[in-house]
């Protein structure tokens, strides 16, 4: 079992920034690719970011490209994204999430190829 706990979220006015932190716990880390979604009410979870196992390869949504920045830091078990510029559609709580099998594009935007997922950090950008 992964346990993943994100921190960072808060409240920030559009234009503003953010870093949100996910520490996993449990098993290997470097062995697990990773990536993080949000939900906002009422909508589905989409796809954010993801970052593969030793972190040569990511992938943004388009929503987010240019503006967010997603790394990971294997010998402190913790992965990163760094959201620039924000908007108030970026308004979502986000999770992170991690996945051992993952390693193609086409891959890493499903959520259901996700082995674990964290309860979650709350990111609201006021206009």
């Known amino acids: 079992q992964v346990q993943l706990v994100e921190s960072g979220g808060g409240l920030v006015q559009a234009g503003g920034s953010l870093r949100l932190s996910c520490v996993a716990s449990?098993?290997?880390?470097?062995?697990?690719?990773m990536g993080w979604f949000r939900q906002a009410p009422g909508k589905e979870r989409e796809f954010v970011a993801a970052?593969?196992?030793?972190?040569?390869?990511?992938y943004y949504a388009n929503s987010v490209k240019a503006r967010f920045t997603i790394s990971r830091d294997n010998a402190k078990n913790t992965v990163y994204l760094q959201m620039n510029s924000l908007k108030p559609e970026d308004t979502a709580v986000y999770l992170c999430?991690?996945?051992?099998?993952?390693?193609?594009?086409?891959?890493?935007?499903?959520?259901?190829?996700?082995?674990?997922w964290g309860q979650g950090t709350q990111v609201t950008v006021s206009s």
């Open positions: 970052i593969s196992q030793s972190g040569s390869r990511t």
């Open positions: 999430a991690s996945s051992y099998y993952c390693s193609t594009a086409g891959c890493f935007l499903k959520s259901a190829q996700y082995d674990h």
């Open positions: 449990g098993r290997t880390f470097s062995n697990y690719a």
